[in-house]
């Protein structure tokens, strides 16, 4: 079961297109890394996957139902944090889940619980009094909770201290990891995703530039590494346009290549540099390829812009 | 804390780590038959890894006969297993040829090359004989 569904959604803010006939699927228990740079409309994907903003033009299901036709008892599977998730500050933890609890029929007591527990959260103390990390485990706790099939986080990590975020992927894997609910988890920073998140998508000038396993972006994506055997100027025209990052130094040469395979080493390589003294291929990393792609689209944009 | 030794690098599939981690604690006998092997969920806490790709890892271990899993015990190292001439074949000559020809190219001797693998050997294994053998 695709657990979100997303075809050809734009949305604009005024003549500003965020988002622009993206498609999107994200398989049943995927724990998904929605990564971009700041402003590349992530946050906006995301209130629209909630419903939060109304659909100019595309469509959106979720767990195989049409948005606007989610029953009350469908919605309550699905969880939400916001970017810099709002919590009634006057409240206390235990008051904010008494609050919350008859609003979902999925609410599990036992796991608010335990997650409590395992969060050192005191049920008595009020939400203002918690310093960032005890507020994030709280609103974590509260999407939690009500066992969402469905769980989308917008940059829930960020500016978190190591200790707490060590916690939270702790517990998230834990509790939403093994019972295989789907989550959505949006940052611009790679940071642990590398290995948390089993799929990746890069969002960045309105649609998706890529969405994947993360085993098939590994891969597909490659550093290499080449020392020519003298300095002869090779124009950078000649190398083909899907490589990235490309780097020249001397008689080094590196750059990220987006298709890797067998024939990559032993046909595409000596075509185009038949007098390498040795050429070195590496596993890229996810900050390498976010790199490369941010770049590159950073390029485009700006070429777009004069012309 | 896992009972073999792994560190995740960045770059390189975790899947494949893990599974190799393991794989060197089988042989070298860090891991004995019959030890526990982490679950899913302990791997997944331990290395704050994705579950699925924990599940994976197992199952490839199981496939290639380092686990079994026994009901009501859990995932525990097996036995060792006789291996088929097929694998000792692609391990003694595909591999093997492989290794060699690298060496060859980076203008190393056959003597260099014997002495790493005694070296290396010896280090992982240490003097003792396999008992299997």
Not at chain 1, 81 to 105: T, V
Request: net charge neutral.
């Amino acid at each position: 079961m695709i657990a979100v569904d997303v075809s050809r959604l734009s949305y604009r803010y005024g003549k500003v297109f965020a988002l622009r006939d993206l498609d999107l699927a994200i398989p049943e228990g995927a724990f998904y890394a929605l990564l971009g740079p700041n402003g590349a409309g992530k946050t906006t994907l995301l209130q629209l996957l909630m419903g939060m903003r109304r659909i100019q033009q595309g469509r959106v299901s979720l767990l195989g139902v049409e948005r606007s036709a989610l029953s009350i008892r469908e919605k309550s599977t699905i969880g939400y944090i916001a970017e810099g998730q709002a919590l009634p500050k006057w409240m206390r933890l235990e008051e904010l889940e008494r609050y919350l609890s008859p609003l979902y029929p999925t609410w599990d007591a036992a796991l608010a619980n335990d997650l409590r527990e395992r969060f050192d959260l005191d049920p008595r103390r009020k939400i203002r009094t918690l310093s960032r990390g005890e507020y994030m485990k709280a609103a974590l706790l509260c999407a939690l909770a009500p066992r969402p099939k469905l769980l989308l986080m917008d940059e829930p990590f960020t500016g978190m201290d190591v200790l707490v975020k060590d916690e939270l992927v702790r517990g998230l894997l834990d509790v939403a990891g093994n019972e295989g609910w789907s989550v959505v988890l949006s940052s611009h920073d790679v940071g642990e995703l590398e290995l948390l998140a089993d799929w990746v998508g890069f969002l960045d000038a309105g649609h998706m530039q890529l969405s994947e396993p993360m085993e098939a972006l590994r891969k597909r994506f490659k550093r290499v590494e080449v020392v020519l055997r003298d300095d002869t100027n090779r124009p950078a025209a000649t190398l083909p346009t899907e490589w990235m990052s490309v780097e020249r130094a001397g008689v080094r040469v590196s750059f990220i290549a987006p298709n890797f395979n067998e024939t990559f080493v032993s046909d595409v390589l000596p075509a185009h540099f038949p007098d390498a003294a040795r050429i070195e291929v590496f596993e890229a990393t996810l900050r390498d390829v976010y790199l490369a792609l941010a770049t590159r689209e950073r390029s485009r944009a700006r070429r777009e812009e004069a012309a | 804390m896992l009972p073999f030794a792994v560190a995740l690098k960045s770059g390189e599939s975790p899947y494949r780590q893990i599974v190799y981690a393991a794989t060197k604690a089988v042989v070298s006998g860090e891991l004995k038959p019959g030890d526990p092997f982490p679950s899913v969920r302990e791997l997944s806490q331990a290395l704050k890894l994705n579950p699925n790709t924990c599940q994976k890892v197992i199952a490839e271990l199981v496939r290639d006969g380092l686990l079994e899993v026994r009901p009501g015990v859990g995932t525990v190292v097996t036995a060792a297993r006789r291996s088929s001439a097929a694998e000792r074949r692609e391990l003694l000559s595909g591999q093997v040829e492989q290794l060699l020809v690298e060496a060859k190219r980076l203008g190393l001797a056959e003597a260099d090359v014997l002495n790493a693998v005694a070296a290396r050997w010896s280090h992982l294994f240490g003097e003792r004989r396999d008992a299997s053998r």
